[in-house]
């Protein structure tokens, strides 16, 4: 057992967790696409610094892939955080992160409809379990009015964000063979010059809020702590128990998210959130224990 690496990424998922809960702390203090902007803003200076000598020495691969590392940032960062703290102008960070749990789920789909990637029966009652418990929280416990298309804003916007992570996700099939200090700054990079014109339309929309004291405690923990920190404390974990095993703890995320939106701002947890929360991770525990063994192998190399 190693109680480091255990510790390490238990650390990460809170962080990522908890990114969801200041998506809605940051509601009235400051909106959405500041937030985003202002995040990536942080993000970069920071790297600029702990980055710079990395993407020099990856420089030539870089500049042969520049598009494709520009666009994780715009559809894996920007996309998805400005949809997620958009959705949380309309929905509990309890919701958000049970939604965010699908997320696995969907990346399986979209592998298998992209690349025929092998599927087991087992993998396919997982999913199932997985979309009824996402259902069950998007209609917050009545899932008849998804049939009538009565579906709150947020929880709509919610798997938007799910959506374009997952095929961020599958994109990264296709990243080049750079350092992964280079693979954040220039993703973080993109972020941020794909955030500039949300930022221009919300303020032309007249919903700019700029940021107050604790708007800017919000912009400062989103900026460093689920931007950086945890990118790295997730690598570090990665290089000691290995990539199979430290993506499990992904599964912690809304466990950590559902904890910490009671414990901070309060967040009222309902049955069905139980319910939904045991039928995700039930439904990933099944996919898990069920992947066709070529895959396992295939991953383990």
């Keep these: 057992m190693n109680l480091q690496a255990y510790i390490i990424l238990c650390i990460t998922t809170a962080i990522w967790g908890g990114n969801s809960v200041a998506g809605k702390m940051a509601v009235g203090h400051v909106s959405p696409m500041m937030l985003t902007t202002t995040r990536w803003v942080i993000a970069c200076l920071v790297l600029l610094i702990f980055a710079a000598p990395q993407v020099k020495r990856d420089m030539p691969l870089i500049r042969k892939n520049w598009l494709l590392l520009l666009g994780y940032g715009t559809i894996g960062f ?8 958009s959705a949380l102008q309309y929905t509990s960070a309890i919701n958000a ?18 690349f025929r990637t092998a599927v087991s029966a087992a993998q396919i009652v997982g999913f199932t379990l997985t979309l009824v418990g996402i259902a069950l929280t998007a209609s917050h416990g009545n899932p008849i009015t ?3 298309l009565e579906l709150n804003r947020g929880d709509g916007l919610m798997m938007i964000a799910a959506l374009l992570y997952a ?13 992964w200090k280079s693979l954040i700054a220039l993703s973080a990079f ?4 794909s955030s500039l014109p949300l930022l221009v339309w919300e303020i032309s929309a007249g919903n700019l809020i700029m940021p107050d004291m604790e708007g800017w405690a919000i912009v400062a923990y989103a900026g460093i702590l689920p931007s950086l920190v945890s990118q790295i404390l997730y690598v570090r974990g990665v290089e000691l128990i290995g990539p199979n095993r430290a993506g499990l703890f992904i599964n912690t995320i809304p466990i ?3 904890l910490l939106s009671i414990l901070l701002i309060g967040e009222r947890l309902e049955t069905f959130h139980i319910v939904a929360m045991a039928l995700v991770l039930g439904g990933i525990a ?5 992947r066709p063994k070529q895959l396992e192998e295939a991953q383990t190399q």
Aim: glycine letters at 12%; a positive charge.
């Design 78 to 85: 920007t996309g998805f955080n400005a949809f997620l703290y």
């Design 97 to 114: 992160v049970i939604e965010q749990a699908g997320i696995p789920m969907v990346i399986f789909l979209m592998n298998f409809v992209l």
């Design 146 to 148: 998804l049939l009538s």
């Design 167 to 179: 095929g961020y996700t599958v994109a990264l099939r296709w990243k080049p063979a750079i350092h």
């Design 190 to 193: 993109g972020a941020l010059v």
């Design 256 to 258: 950590f998210g559902m």
């Design 286 to 290: 099944v996919a898990e224990r069920g």
